[in-house]
Nanobody
Framework: QVQLVESGGGLVQAGGPLSLSCVTS????????MGWFRQAPGLEREFVAG????????NYADSVKGRFTISRDNAKNMVYLQMNRLKPEDTAVYYC?????????????????WGQGTQVTVSS
């Protein structure tokens, strides 16, 4: 059973940076495409960024393109999300997810494993 644990969330002022990390256990990170999703109160969970198992393919939501960077280190079973120029509308719980089909889909229903989430709050 693969387990994912996110860390790095917190409170940051608008325009500032924040870095999230996700560690996988119970399996090899290289067996999965990895994604970051977020969910704000009252809204559906939405795709933020995804990365293929070798890191050769990367997708971003239009709302974060140019501000966020996803990366991974399979040797450490880690996935990262560097968030820059944060906006109040980026406030949400951020989730790390693993997809065994490796399609790099933006559909959260196609992801097999999820972390517990980490809160990111951006103040204006």
């Amino acid at each position: 059973q693969v387990q994912l644990v996110e860390s790095g969330g917190g409170l940051v002022q608008a325009g500032g940076p924040l870095s999230l990390s996700c560690v996988t256990s119970g399996g090899s990170a290289s067996d999965y495409a990895m994604g970051w999703f977020r969910q704000a109160p009252g809204l559906e969970r939405e795709f933020v960024a995804g990365i293929s198992w070798r890191g050769g393919r990367i997708n971003y939501a239009d709302s974060v393109k140019g501000r966020f960077t996803i990366s991974r280190d399979n040797a450490k079973n880690m996935v990262y999300l560097q968030m820059n120029r944060l906006k109040p509308e980026d406030t949400a719980v951020y989730y790390c997810a693993a997809e065994s089909d490796m399609t790099l889909t933006r559909d959260p229903d196609n992801y097999d494993y999820w972390g517990q989430g980490t809160q990111v709050t951006v103040s204006s």
